[in-house]
């Protein structure tokens, strides 16, 4: 193990030699395959991880079962204190953490101290929340009645996460769960496993501290298998999905097939409207954050410019001098995601560089036009063994079937609009529903954007890139997308069961809409 990753995997209580237990329960263990968590830059095989068996699985979900109980059974602002002191827990790794998230995702380092932040942003909400949840109390049209709307918990939300938020969506899920009385099974993707486990280490101290069941917190590390297991599992009332459109079609099917609840957050095809009007230096920063920023592997990235057309080419020329300059010494450094310096990263596998690839390939084959210098495959990137790819941009066809879909990487197709209706068709005509930008001075064109005519995404802003949203507000999407809220708002509502109450303090038992029943 290199230097660097043995001091962050020590810093954060995992093993640097032999194979790490991928399970938790309540004890650490797993015996299923081995799976080896690399280094995007490098290639460095940085943990062997041993997964979970399905037994193991449905082991684990009967623990996480118990573990609820406990949790349930402890008044909300005693979890929101538990809460609190994971946060701290949380806080004092930032660093750590954060380091660990760029080793093994492959982002920058500040936004893999970003990410842990979220984590501690939502706890700090979640803490507040469990003075707060609140039911309702309602008028009854019945004498010496009233009805109350009671919120209590689910009992265990699976979570299901995606590679490119390995810590951070998580967090939403349990912070906000555990709140609102709920346990939590994690299933992380299979290829940041050491995140899981590190942040399951962090918490695991807070919970049995508290005299809770660790299993509260419980993790499963493995593939497919074990993603379905947890779906299919009718012990598991909520199912939180993040990941591609393609899995949580097939996750919504099953647990609909149970009827479960879901939560989906998948795909987005994000775009960015820059009228004539817009502060143009501002559009130009907002459009290369979010488009080249973690190597556009948000599922917030912008994917589509829509350029009106009297600044579209001076607004190209300028984006396309950024995208040329990317080199391991420029302003727009590529490089080692733990160089501080650095501002663009790896893709995360060799399979995102596959998917890249085919995506320049298909555009420019069906008359699409590349318009950055380079494209492809870096052979003699900054570090050797990293899956580096240059940044494009491509003008496909205006009918090309690529608008309509998403590429995991710093792909970025560009058109031009003349209207300002024209371009909110155009930011609509798609599946996905995730995020999108409109950059303008001029007030009627954001209240229509805002309004039931404009976009038809979960997240509409304005003079502000299509990524980097807040916990304050609920997150996520609409259509293909997956219609799920996360986070902040009024994400939590969806944790809970609600049960309309209706009680009676009277000695008569009158009907409601004055139905008589002649006993
Ligand atoms: P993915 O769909 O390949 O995998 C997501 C998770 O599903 C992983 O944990 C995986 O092991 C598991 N899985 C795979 N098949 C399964 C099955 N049949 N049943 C149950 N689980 C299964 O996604 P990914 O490549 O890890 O992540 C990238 C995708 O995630 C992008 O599409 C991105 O837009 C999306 N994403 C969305 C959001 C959001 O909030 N909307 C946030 C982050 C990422």
């Given at each position: 193990l290199s230097s660097r990753a043995s001091a962050v995997l020590k810093a954060l209580d995992?093993?640097?030699?032999?194979v790490i237990p991928g399970?938790?329960?309540?004890a650490w263990g797993g015996s299923g395959p081995i799976i080896e968590t690399k280094c995007p830059a490098t290639g460095e095989v940085i943990g062997r991880v041993q997964s979970a068996t399905v037994d193991e699985t449905r082991l684990a979900i009967a623990k996480t079962v118990e573990a609820s109980r406990a949790v349930r059974a402890m008044p909300g602002p005693k979890r929101g204190e538990v809460i609190r002191q994971i946060r701290e827990a949380l806080a004092a790794k930032t660093s750590d953490l954060g380091d660990l998230i760029s080793l093994e995702m492959g982002k920058i380092k500040s936004e893999g101290k970003g990410e842990v932040q979220e984590f501690v942003d939502i706890c700090d909400h979640a803490t507040g929340l469990s003075r707060s949840i609140a039911g309702r109390v309602l008028p009854s049209e019945r004498e010496n009645h009233v009805i109350y709307e009671i919120p209590n918990p689910l009992g265990v939300v699976g979570v299901l996460s995606a590679f490119n938020f390995p810590v951070a969506v998580y967090g939403w899920n349990f912070a906000v769960a555990f709140v609102a009385g709920n346990a939590a099974i994690w299933k992380p993707s299979p290829t940041t496993p050491l995140c899981s486990i590190a942040v399951t280490k962090i918490i695991q101290p807070v919970l049995e501290r508290n005299g809770l069941p660790a299993a509260a917190a419980s993790l499963v590390v493995g593939d497919v298998d074990v993603g379905k297991e947890v779906v299919g599992?009718?012990?598991?009332?909520l199912i939180s999905f993040t990941g591609s459109e393609r899995v949580g079609k097939e996750v919504g099917k099953n647990v609909q097939d149970r009827f479960g609840k879901t939560i989906l957050e998948l795909g987005g095809n994000n775009c960015v409207i820059v009228d004539k009007d817009a502060d143009l230096k501002q559009a130009l920063q907002g459009v290369l954050f979010a488009a080249v920023g973690t190597a556009g592997q948000?599922?917030?990235?912008?994917?589509r410019l829509l350029l009106h057309k009297d600044i579209a080419k001076d607004f190209l020329a300028k984006l396309l001098t950024y995208y040329d300059s990317v080199t391991p010494s420029s302003t727009l450094k590529m490089g080692d995601p733990l160089d501080p310096a650095t501002l663009i990263g790896p893709l995360h596998t060799e399979v995102s560089v596959k998917n890249y690839q085919a995506a320049i390939d298909g555009v420019t084959s069906r008359g699409g036009e590349l318009l950055t210098k380079r494209s492809g495959k870096i052979v003699d990137g900054p570090t050797e063994g990293g899956h580096w790819v240059w940044p494009v941009v491509l003008r496909p066809k205006i009918d090309d079937p690529c608008w309509q879909e998403e590429v995991f990487a710093p792909v970025l197709y560009v058109a031009e609009f003349e209207t300002i209706d024209e371009a909110v068709k155009i930011n609509n005509a798609v599946p996905q529903g995730l995020s999108s930008s409109l950059f303008t001075k001029n007030l009627r064109t954001m209240g229509r954007w805002l309004g039931p005519e404009g976009s038809d995404c979960g997240i509409v802003n304005v003079n502000v890139g299509t990524s980097g949203a807040e916990i304050g507000a609920a997150f996520g999407g609409n259509k293909s997308t997956g219609w799920g809220r996360e986070s902040g708002g009024d994400a939590w509502k969806q944790y809970v069961r609600w049960s309309a109450a209706t009680v009676n303090y009277g000695d008569k038992l009158p009907l409601a809409q004055g139905v008589s029943f002649g006993t």
């Open positions: 995992i093993p640097t030699e032999g399970v938790f329960d309540g599992s009718g012990d598991i009332p948000r599922c917030t990235s912008t994917r």
